[in-house]
């Protein structure tokens, strides 16, 4: 197996685990505050990464490394987590999932100022053509009605578009699984006084179902989805496996529907199949 092919299957697992996000963090701020949700999520995560680190006698990245984590840790351990749970206060985790259109075009963009690859027009188009697809779904279902949580979804994926290629440009050199382990370490002087400062007063008010989740964001959304997601795409190609991102919104739809019983249109679906085929014309000429 080749290394291109290695990459868009660590790639695939990396979106399949990421897809329960937003279903599991719609459930969590039921009962959590989002601030609390968001600096738990990190904290446990970074907790279990220093010991992975500890236990496999990982060495600390050198000093000149620390900017770039520390981007990485305000793209997808601060920001993106902070900014979606605050988006699903105001709209549900169905049609938040349609944003995550949009993924695959932010985290191209950022895979060439960051990353410095080089991507053929033909690609362009087609990315374009599935964030216009999903953007235009968005302004026909009313964007005014939830303005506050589209615009908050809008900007969770520019910082993860960020703090994907920016991982990822680290992982070719340290490894995909050390580089989120050390991002949330970084954060972890920040996440741990945050999440001591939001504690809840009392805990009789959170059922199960907000354990469940806090559990699945901080477990796989934060740490292990991304140890195969850094690895996938340093292997096959920012702004290539970056595109299979375009298949979340299919898993996510799928588990809200299923878990949380929340309607998904017909639209929705058309939507989202309008963005498959586009990821695969732009997957044609990513090289």
Same mark, same amino acid.
């Given at each position: ?7 868009? /299957? ?54 000149? +490394?620390?900017?770039?984590?520390? +981007? ?16 699903? $206060? ?43 697809? +999903? ?59 945050? /999440? ?8 009789? $008010? ?15 959304? /934060? ?47 058309? +939507? ?16």
């Amino acid at each position: 197996m080749d290394n291109a092919t290695r990459g868009w /299957m660590n790639g695939l697992i990396g979106v399949v685990i990421f897809a329960g996000s937003l279903p599991a963090t719609r459930v969590a701020v039921a009962d959590l505050d989002p601030l609390f949700l968001t600096a738990a999520r990190a904290s446990v995560a970074a907790v279990l990464g220093w010991a992975l680190l500890h236990a496999l006698g990982q060495r600390r990245p050198a000093a000149a +490394v620390l900017p770039a984590l520390a +981007v990485v840790a305000l793209g997808v351990v601060v920001g993106f987590p902070l900014l979606t749970a605050l988006a699903l $206060q105001h709209v549900s985790s169905a049609h938040s999932i349609v944003f995550l259109g949009l993924l695959p075009l932010s985290t191209a963009i950022f895979g060439v100022l960051r990353g410095g690859e080089r991507l053929r027009p033909a690609f362009w188009g087609f990315s374009l053509l599935g964030s216009v697809v +999903v953007v235009g779904y968005a302004l026909g279902n009313g964007i005014e009605a939830s303005l506050q949580g589209d615009l908050l979804m809008l900007a969770a994926v520019v910082v993860c578009g960020l703090g994907y290629a920016e991982g990822a440009r680290l992982a070719r050199t340290l490894g995909g699984w050390q580089v989120i382990s050390w991002a949330l370490v970084v954060s972890l002087p920040v996440m741990l006084p945050l /999440m001591l400062l939001r504690w809840p007063a009392s805990w009789a $008010q959170v059922g199960a179902p907000a354990w469940w989740g806090l559990g699945y964001v901080s477990v796989f959304s /934060m740490l292990i989805g991304f140890m195969f997601w850094y690895r996938g795409l340093a292997q096959g190609g920012i702004a290539a496996v970056g595109q299979l991102q375009l298949l979340q919104p299919f898993f996510g739809l799928a588990l809200a529907a299923l878990l949380l019983h929340e309607t998904v249109s017909p639209m929705m679906l058309v +939507v989202t199949l309008c963005a498959v085929a586009c990821v695969a014309g732009a997957r044609r000429f990513a090289r």
